[in-house]
């Protein structure tokens, strides 16, 4: 991918997507690359698409918003109707395999439309809680901006305290983000 | 009643306790990196109202500055917060506010009795949407205000910072600005620097041979004015015209004097440019990469930045435009850094183009493309103008 690369993250607010990005920035951060983060913030608290602006590389980054993302993932309709001007054709584009009838909305001319059902999987097989981490083990998968083992550290670091009080979440966070990296190399097996 | 013993002792290792050892890297907001810079200079008390997008530096300060025994106060207004900004300065104190948009309004009156008092403030700005309300993003729409905002000839020192490293070094930069010269000084920031998150250094000034200036207080002092010491002759009104006149033209003399050692700028590859970037703040990010982008397919361009808006770095801008074919002057406001440019530029006749974006940002890509725009003569208006 590009370098920078520019990834833009959009779902709906209580979605989690702005914690799963400041944690990405983190490992990519840790692991001595350039990283550079901006929520979206307007006045209203609620209700409102959030998206997250993330750029990765080896050197100092420039402006903080951008025109067009090396990825977008959506996760919800609104998100997808929101973030289809930041793809192009170097775009690969994923959203939730659960967000129907945005078949309109999405972008045709990307690199690779991909559904991935992260949803499904945190409701069936992990917590609905995970959601987010699922997203960013995609995210990573699709980008090799970090390992997934510098991943691990930035959940651990920002998430610990909690396993300190139940370990199992450990375990239910690494494991989101090792299906959500699956998810994406079984699309582009 | 006096403290216990043990209280007292707590307190003064507080005081005593150095927030940064040496250097460290760090990731955070603009707004945070703010709060540790004034620890790290030593700041003493912030006075401070809320508002967006710059909330997180009282936060940060108030939850870090207990700590290190700093003091908060939260006034009822940003009318207020400036006045008593005034009043820990006249009392001695490295005090400073943050503010932005309408709350940079209300703070015009007392930044501008600093100005004619001669008082060391330092103000950290976060530029907003505006008029008005406008939005709570992000914009340059308050450069004019910052540089020149009061009712008087905008005696002040505004350093314009494009990154969190920019922040930090100009944070503590400002606090030993204003002390030595006595002009209330600015941190002029902006929302996105504000909220986004980057890695820059943390440090003790001194690990870095940075010594901060001494403090005195203005009133209060011991002796008998007059006899003892000098009398502290504060005074912001004036009978005469006369009087008035002779004040000002010294302070405006004074001012042009201390300029040169004030001004910062940064430019790069301008020597063969054809083509000059001019930007400040946090869309000299853009230019750069811009400038580089275009230098890979072969563009001959260059990039000026003033750091210092006022006092502005005049002569080195005219010596960048001298060679040049064209500058593009790019800012997220309807020409407020043109402004300064155009006045700095007077009786050159380097074409000027414009690429101006009111409260909206810049990236590197659209500035890019606009100067490949440009040179092919698709833009038809003079000199080229968006």
């Known amino acids: ?189 | 009643m006096s403290m216990p013993a043990v209280e007292l002792e707590a307190k003064t290792q507080r005081k005593q306790a150095k927030p940064i050892e040496g250097v460290k890297k760090v990731f955070m907001t603009g707004n945070e990196s703010v709060a540790w810079a004034a620890l790290a200079a030593g700041a003493e008390i912030m006075y401070g109202y809320p508002i967006t997008p710059q909330n997180e530096i009282m936060h940060y300060w108030t939850r870090l500055a207990p700590r290190y025994g700093k003091q908060f106060l939260q006034t009822e207004d940003e009318i207020s917060a400036g006045f008593t900004t005034c009043g820990g300065v006249l009392a001695g104190k490295r005090a400073f506010t943050a503010t932005a948009g309408p709350g940079n309004i209300l703070m015009q009156e007392s930044m501008s009795m600093a100005e004619m008092l001669r008082l060391p403030t330092v103000v950290i700005v976060q530029q907003r949407g505006g008029p008005s309300t406008a939005t709570v993003i992000y914009s340059q729409q308050e450069t004019t205000l910052t540089c020149f905002g009061g009712n008087g000839e905008g005696l002040r020192i505004v350093y314009s910072s494009s990154s969190h490293q920019d922040l930090f070094d100009y944070t503590i930069k400002a606090f030993n600005t204003a002390w030595k010269y006595r002009f209330p000084t600015f941190v002029l920031g902006d929302g996105y620097q504000a909220k986004m998150r980057e890695s820059l250094h943390i440090y003790d000034p001194a690990a870095k041979g940075i010594k901060m200036e001494k403090t005195v207080p203005f009133v209060g002092q011991e002796g008998m004015p007059g006899v003892d010491r000098a009398p502290a002759h504060l005074r912001n009104t004036f009978n005469t015209e006369e009087e008035l006149l002779e004040v000002i033209t010294g302070y405006v003399a004074e001012y042009q004097k201390i300029a040169p050692e004030i001004i910062e700028y940064e430019v790069i590859e301008t020597a063969d440019a054809e083509i000059v970037l001019v930007a400040h703040g946090i869309v000299a990010r853009a230019a750069w990469a811009a400038v580089r982008a275009l230098r890979n397919k072969g563009v001959r361009a260059g990039f000026f930045r003033p750091i210092t808006l006022r006092p502005f770095p005049a002569e080195q801008l005219r010596k960048a435009a001298r060679t040049a074919k064209k500058l593009l002057v790019a800012e997220s406001a309807q020409g407020q850094l043109l402004k300064l440019v155009q006045e700095a530029l007077y009786g050159e006749t380097v074409p000027i183009a414009t690429y101006l974006m009111p409260g909206q940002g810049i990236t590197a890509e659209e500035l890019s493309d606009y100067v490949m725009e440009l040179r092919s003569n698709k833009t038809n208006r003079e000199g080229g103008s968006r």
């Open chain 1, 1 to 189: 991918m590009e370098n920078p690369v520019k990834i833009a993250l959009a779902g709906e607010g209580g979605q989690g997507v702005q914690s799963v990005a400041g944690i990405m920035v983190e490992a990519a951060n840790d692991s001595g690359k350039e990283a550079l983060y901006i929520p979206n913030f307007g006045v209203e608290q609620r209700g409102g698409v959030s998206v997250a602006f993330c750029q990765i590389g080896d050197e100092k980054i420039g402006s903080p918003k951008f025109k067009k993302a090396d990825l977008v993932i959506a996760l919800s309709d609104r998100a997808v109707r929101r973030t289809r001007q930041y793809a192009d054709q170097n775009t690969v584009y994923l959203y939730d395999a659960s967000i129907k009838g945005v078949e309109d909305g999405l972008p045709q001319e990307a690199k690779k439309v991909m559904a991935i059902p992260a949803l499904e999987i945190a409701k069936k097989e992990l917590h609905p809680r995970v959601f987010n981490v699922i997203i960013m083990g995609a995210a990573i998968e699709a980008t090799k901006i970090v390992g997934m083992e510098q991943a691990k550290k930035a959940v651990e670091k920002r998430l610990g305290y909690k396993f300190v009080q139940n370990p199992k979440l450990r375990e239910l966070n690494f494991k989101a983000l090792e299906e959500g990296a699956e998810l994406v190399r079984a699309q582009e097996a």
